[in-house]
């Protein structure tokens, strides 16, 4: 079995009265992939920002890499490891690059701050994560104000490989793209998990980005995590139901939209 890469135990946070995640506990193997599944509000996404430190767990343990990652990083040195243990690409590729750097200064910048090397050899490796993740020269040369969604989203994966990380967080990371955009993205970063030994945490209401992204799978609903599996089985064969209320909600032939109320079983 591979060694864990990722470790979450008993995590919680409040928000005040709020409890927005209660009791979640799961782990990531070396080059696995997993998914956190679930509604708006369920959350998954609150998970992910104190995974990357910008939430601070009420209670629990976050451990990546080896290293305990429970409580904020105490200086530079310590923040830059951490970014170089686990990235995360956001939703929306419009608003999570620098407008006024062009593609090959944003992702210069990641490993000029993470790695120190000299100019000849980032400029090798910008190239090298370009080709990788599907961009042109010109594109490389470009404003993010020139790219489309999809070309942005590349640019963001591209940025986030920079610095290496083990980890790497996949928040809704093609929900704000176009259905045929979103289709290429999810074979680049297939492609992408095959090619490399970063290991994938998606966090998704998408069940066919999940189908295709991820191995294993853990279910939240309310904070709390209702239903884990293999990937596979958990989609096709739901034991809880409330996934099974969230599977009758990907649209088929002849689908009605459930009522919100049925769906989150009030």
């Not at 928000?15 to 990531?28: H, K």
């Amino acid at each position: 079995m591979a060694e864990s890469v990722l470790e979450v135990n008993a995590l919680r946070k409040e928000f005040g009265p709020l409890t927005a995640v209660d009791d979640v506990s799961f782990s990531l193997p070396e080059g696995g992939s997993l998914a956190i599944v679930g509604e708006s509000g369920s959350g998954k996404t609150t998970v992910a920002k104190m995974i990357v430190g910008l939430e601070r767990p009420t209670a629990g343990t976050i451990r990546a890499c080896g290293q305990d990652r429970s409580t904020p990083a105490r200086s530079l040195r310590d923040r830059r490891r951490r970014g170089r243990e686990v990235q995360i690409v956001f939703q929306d590729p419009y608003t999570s690059l620098d407008p006024r750097q062009t593609v090959e200064a944003t992702i210069d910048e990641v490993l000029r701050l993470h790695h120190g090397w000299p100019a000849e050899r980032r400029h090798q490796r910008v190239r090298e994560l370009t080709e990788l993740v599907g961009l042109d020269a010109r594109q490389v040369r470009a404003l993010p104000r020139s790219l489309s969604g999809g070309q942005r989203q590349r640019v963001a994966i591209a940025r986030a490989l920079a610095a290496e990380p083990r980890v790497l967080i996949l928040d809704e990371s093609v929900a704000a793209l176009d259905v045929s955009i979103q289709a290429q993205v999810l074979n680049l970063l297939a492609d992408i998990h095959d090619q490399t030994q970063v290991s994938y945490l998606c966090i998704s209401h998408d069940l066919a980005v999940v189908r295709q992204l991820t191995q294993e799978t853990v279910v939240m609903w309310r904070g709390k995590i209702v239903e884990r599996g293999p990937t596979a089985q958990v989609l096709d064969d739901p034991r809880d139901d409330y996934t099974r209320r969230l599977r009758a909600s990907v649209p088929h032939p002849g689908w009605k939209p459930p009522h919100r109320a049925q769906l989150a079983g009030a």
